[in-house]
């Protein structure tokens, strides 16, 4: 089916490991993005990519790689997990058809670092 | 950096009350979306106000843009329990395609 998929859905930690999550989107749409979600934040911007090979930063990239070699694909790397890692980590893609263009979410990845 | 604050964080009403979620900013945007999200998945648009002044209605939801596109409200009249969930103010702003999100509005309407 056509759409965003994120995994894992569910992943427990522990504070100086590596985790990478994953994004997948069927849309071939250019723009992703990854959010993470805390209470009394909404969502904040980790980083963005407007194309493959083509990422930027946003608000909060301290701790966060990603890499983009394919349109459909944009992995988030926790290079040394750290506790105020611990969040609710989101995907989303954009078409490249103008302003204003809604962003199409997944349905997130709970990461839980002790 | 462009921001978007949302009111109020918490919000716990009865059935069949109305409600307005502001979202204020002292920067210009593009255009504003509004999104909703229930447990367990992500957000999902609702609507996009892109002229200042307008005006969209969605069912019982109404969605304003201010005039000079610095604000935005969503007035939900007569609540039902089916609109509870996390309502999200995002606005796109001098960045092509970058959205700012609100803090977010937890709505739980109560039989």
């Known amino acids: 089916d056509a759409g965003i998929t994120q995994s894992p859905r569910y992943k427990i930690t522990e504070t100086g490991r590596q985790v990478t999550l994953m994004c997948h989107q069927t849309w071939s749409h250019s723009y992703m993005f990854w959010y993470r979600q805390d209470l009394g934040h909404g969502l904040r911007l980790i980083y963005y990519s407007a194309a493959a090979d083509i990422t930027d930063k946003g608000e909060v990239p301290d701790g966060y790689v990603v890499s983009r070699s394919k349109t459909e694909n944009f992995p988030l790397t926790l290079e040394s997990a750290t506790r105020s890692q611990t969040s609710v980590y989101f995907c989303?893609?954009?078409?490249?058809?103008?302003?204003?263009?809604?962003?199409?979410f997944g349905d997130g990845t709970r990461l839980s670092i002790l | 950096t462009q921001l978007l604050e949302q009111s109020p964080q918490f919000l716990s009403i009865q059935e069949g009350e109305n409600l307005t979620v502001y979202c204020n900013s002292s920067?210009?945007?593009?255009?504003l979306q509004w999104y909703r999200q229930e447990p367990g998945e992500g957000p999902v648009l609702l609507v996009t106000v892109v002229t200042g002044g307008e005006v969209k209605k969605l069912k019982r939801l109404t969605f304003q843009f201010g005039d000079a596109r610095k604000d935005s409200s969503l007035h939900i009249t007569a609540a039902q329990p089916g609109d509870t969930g996390l309502y999200l103010c995002a606005g796109e702003g001098t960045s092509y395609g970058k959205l700012t999100f609100g803090q977010g509005t937890i709505l739980t309407v109560h039989p």
């Open positions: 920067s210009v945007f593009s255009s």
């Open positions: 989303a893609s954009t078409p490249d058809e103008g302003r204003d263009q809604p962003q199409h």
